[in-house]
């Protein structure tokens, strides 16, 4: 069991890959915004990749243990502190029941942080996950971001805590994350409504070298990017509506660049899965984790271009770093 003495900022339970197959009925899969940090922390303890961990954006949450488990840390640096002591990311420590976690807040660059328990966080599968979906308020626990008072149950450990503890991510396999008001470059692909039929060249030419301000207003349902008056291919949206943005309703990939008007939106693992705006690119499956570590407000974004094939050769390589025979130990 992990007691939970404040939920900080927002917490809540997330799974890999999340609720997978649900898109037609309306359901996003959520799961973990940097996928990256939190299959990482997973390993450390020796979980199989679709166990619950817990997705701290911003700090402030404080846990307790009730017995003897492996845990790890991966992502944003939030002066995570063991019983007053510092603990080190990308690592894996042993935890015995009594012991405190406490998160401070962000600490410099990067915006979410994954905590992965051995057993793995043991809520109830709802669709066939346990990663909270919280515009549907299900999943996780009662469908909400933690709360002080909480307790979380947790699965049998798959690997002996005490032998999951001391491995760590070499450090040529943990990201480094842009600063405030720096930039991040995100592979993406043309999207199913890009240039010629809805956009023109230039407008294409424009998105792949602008680099984009991420808005404040943006979460895990979408990334607002700044606004920008694009030439168009077309005077309006025929039979989908007055604006050449307009189409007839469709279904949207996540990690669309869904374009309303004159503001290109990034869908993410919250959207919504079906409108009637075009979708000029698509971020990379295997680029969907820096989103998770952008700042709202302060980040930008350059879109790299990427072919399908691209895309596809780069997540194989990232299943591939995710991997126990990677790690090495402390």
């Known amino acids: 069991m992990l007691e939970v003495r404040n939920g900080g900022f927002e917490t809540t339970v997330q799974d890999y890959p999340g609720r997978i197959g649900m898109l037609s009925l309306g359901f996003a899969p959520a799961g973990p915004m940097d996928d990256y940090a939190f299959r990482f922390a997973n390993v450390l303890v020796g979980n ?50 009594g012991d405190v976690l406490e998160f401070d807040y962000l600490q410099g660059a990067g915006f979410r942080t994954y905590l992965a328990v051995s057993g ?19 999943g996780g626990l009662e469908g909400r971001k933690l709360q002080a008072g909480d307790t979380l149950p947790l699965g049998e450990p798959v ?53 984009w301000k991420l808005d404040a207003a943006s979460n895990r349902t979408g990334y607002r990017l700044d606004i920008h008056k694009w030439q168009w291919a ?15 309703d469709n279904g949207y990939p996540v990690g669309a660049v869904n374009v309303c008007g004159d503001q290109p939106i990034i869908l993410c693992i919250d959207g919504p899965t079906l409108g009637g705006f075009i979708c000029n690119a698509v971020v990379a499956k295997a680029a969907m984790w820096k989103l998770g570590q952008m700042v709202p407000g302060w980040s930008y974004i350059r879109f790299k271009e990427v072919t399908l094939e691209e895309a596809i050769a780069l997540l194989k390589k990232q299943d591939e770093t995710i991997h126990e025979s990677n790690l090495e130990r402390s």
């Open 120 to 138: 793995g966080i043991d809520v109830p599968p709802v669709l066939g996950s346990r990663a909270t979906y919280l515009p549907g308020a299900i």
């Open 48 to 97: 199989p990749p679709s166990a619950a961990g817990l997705e701290i954006t911003a700090g402030g949450l404080v846990v307790a243990f009730r017995d003897e488990r492996a845990i790890a840390i991966c992502g944003a640096d939030m002066g995570a502190k063991l019983n007053g002591q510092p603990v080190e990311l990308w690592r894996s420590y042993l935890v015995r029941a």
């Open 159 to 211: 690997v002996d805590p005490a032998q999951a503890a001391g491995r760590r991510v070499p450090s040529a396999l943990v990201p480094s994350y842009p600063g405030y008001n720096e930039v991040w470059e995100v592979e993406a692909t043309r999207g199913p409504q890009a240039d010629p039929d809805y956009m023109t060249a230039d407008d294409m030419a424009f998105f792949f070298s602008h680099q």
């Open 234 to 248: 077309r005077t309006s949206g025929g039979a989908g509506g007055g604006h050449p943005s307009n189409i007839l």
